[in-house]
């Protein structure tokens, strides 16, 4: 018997989207990027299709966008869409916080505040990447006590989009008043009261919602162009010529300075 089976091009897939997914949300590919399935898949030490095939997934969510014969690129955070996931996952997290505080034990709770302690760390070092997966850490708890796999799906494919607007704001003093709501929360699950769990999931997605709406502005503040109209070449940017995520004017573009914000 042959205990050996080859790789399947699934698996292939998922790397590449993964691998694409966190460079879009981590600003490597910056918006507006021109992505070259052939470029992209000599990066990745991987074959076309399973790029192509990634990039099709990235761009149901949202993250990246197409013409055919045309373009295919990073999309440009749009105050809507932003606002819309934003909403989309608060609502997910509220589920979340009602169903999993009855099942969460003394691991979950202590797992709550390490990582709420590492948040706040990260927070006060102007760590983005220890912050934000600080945070992640901390809020997964919830929503795996609750054994909700639609809802966790939900938050994994809606959540990059919140991300990138998050990497690029700069941490103002709101920053150190997100471990007290997180505290908060710890509080009330370490309490078992579901609901007060619940109204502050919502006071801490409410702040990201309204992040959303002030999108545009962020985006200005911090260099990333305004969305341009379909078809049309971003603002800044001369007819005929995108930005390449694999060489031209943007290859050797670095990631916007990234700071924690006071979403979460």
Not at 76 to 85: I, T
Not at 110 to 127: I, K, L, P, Q, Y
Not at 207 to 236: F, K, N, R
Request: aromatic share 2%; with cysteine; net charge negative.
């Amino acid at each position: 018997m042959d205990a050996l089976r080859p790789v399947g091009r699934t698996l292939l897939r998922d790397r590449a989207y993964e691998a694409l997914r966190e460079a879009i949300v981590r600003g490597d590919l910056a918006p507006g990027a021109s992505l070259k399935d052939a470029d992209l898949a000599e990066r990745l030490g991987l074959s076309r299709a399973p790029v192509r095939e990634a990039l099709a997934r990235l761009g149901a969510e949202g993250l990246v966008e197409s013409k055919p014969q045309s373009y295919t690129r990073v999309t440009r955070p749009v105050s809507r869409v932003v606002r819309d996931a934003a909403s989309v996952v608060r609502v997910m997290h509220e589920l979340t916080a009602r169903t999993g505080v009855p099942l969460l034990g003394p691991e979950g709770i202590r797992t709550m505040r390490e990582a709420n302690e590492r948040f706040a760390a990260a927070v006060r070092a102007s760590d983005v990447e220890a912050a934000l997966n600080a945070d992640d850490e901390l809020h997964q708890v919830l929503v795996v006590a609750s054994g909700n796999h639609a809802a966790a799906a939900t938050i994994a494919r809606y959540t990059p989009l919140i991300r990138r607007v998050e990497r690029r704001l700069f941490g103002d003093a709101g920053s150190c008043g997100s471990a007290e709501l997180h505290a908060r929360l710890i509080e009330a699950c370490a309490a078992g009261d579901a609901e007060e769990a619940v109204r502050v999931t919502t006071e801490i997605w409410a702040a990201l919602e309204q992040l959303a709406d002030d999108a545009i502005e962020v985006a200005e503040v911090t260099g990333i162009p305004a969305p341009a109209p379909a078809g049309e070449p971003a603002s800044g940017e001369p007819a005929g010529r995108e930005r390449s995520a694999a060489g031209g004017p943007s290859a050797a573009a670095e990631p916007a300075a990234r700071e924690p914000s006071a979403a979460r």
